[in-house]
């Protein structure tokens, strides 16, 4: 299942980032010093036969967009898979530190050897974020957070005679976090991300680790 696993990798990152703090809420990241800054993240995903890295930033304050790169190792010598995720979001709503966005992602998984054919895939998956901000103490903020996106996955297989086998899915993906964000700079974000009509999937638990640029 290494292709909402690459995208929900990369994700961890993406979900890293963005500025100011009432903008980045509603992807339940933290929003860090100033304006414009940005987030640079990097994360790690684990579950059942493999794991999951990925790395990328985050940007803007009402409308956020970012990307990311995902890398995904299995268990038992099967191939290793990369893709490149892009993400965009705007924020509708914030009211005593709640914050709730749509979110759309796309996602490219490259070409992956398997036996003797070739594998790629595409992603689409849209959503929705929400984030709550509350201060714990003068320097730490706590930002819990909940999304769910609807996965359209699409699969193609070729052989080395030039044929082509094309195969669909769509099913979700609910995820729940909560990021701790010190000095509006460094953030750590523990993370749940689990699939839901996903014939042979499983949940994953990933961190992400995150640090604020720009003014």
């Not at 030039?162 to 964000?181: E, I, K, N, P, Q």
Request: proline share 4%; aromatic share 10%; charged share 15%.
């Amino acid at each position: 299942m290494w292709h909402w696993r690459a995208m929900t990798a990369a994700a961890l990152a993406l979900a890293a980032s963005a500025t100011p703090v009432a903008a980045q809420v509603c992807l339940d990241a933290p929003a860090l010093r100033g304006s414009p800054s940005a987030n640079l993240g990097m994360g790690a995903s684990f579950f059942r036969g493999g794991r999951s890295f990925s790395g990328g930033f985050m940007a803007g304050s009402r409308l956020l967009f970012g990307g990311s790169f995902g890398y995904t190792v299995h268990d038992g010598g099967a191939p290793s898979s990369k893709s490149v995720t892009v993400e965009s979001a705007w924020r509708i709503q914030r009211h005593s530190g709640l914050a709730l966005c749509p979110v759309a992602r796309v996602s490219r998984g490259f070409r992956v050897q398997v036996g003797d054919r070739e594998r790629s895939s595409w992603q689409l998956a849209p959503g929705v974020s929400v984030g709550y901000q509350a201060r714990i103490s003068q320097d730490v903020s706590g930002i819990p957070g909940a999304s769910f996106f609807l996965v359209y996955d699409r699969a193609e297989v070729g052989a080395g005679s030039g044929d082509v086998t094309t195969t669909s899915r769509t099913y979700g993906v609910l995820s729940a976090s909560y990021d701790l964000v010190f000095d509006e700079t460094y953030g750590v974000a523990p993370s749940v991300s689990i699939p839901i009509g996903l014939r042979g999937g499983n949940a994953s638990f990933g961190i992400t680790l995150i640090v604020g640029v720009g003014s």
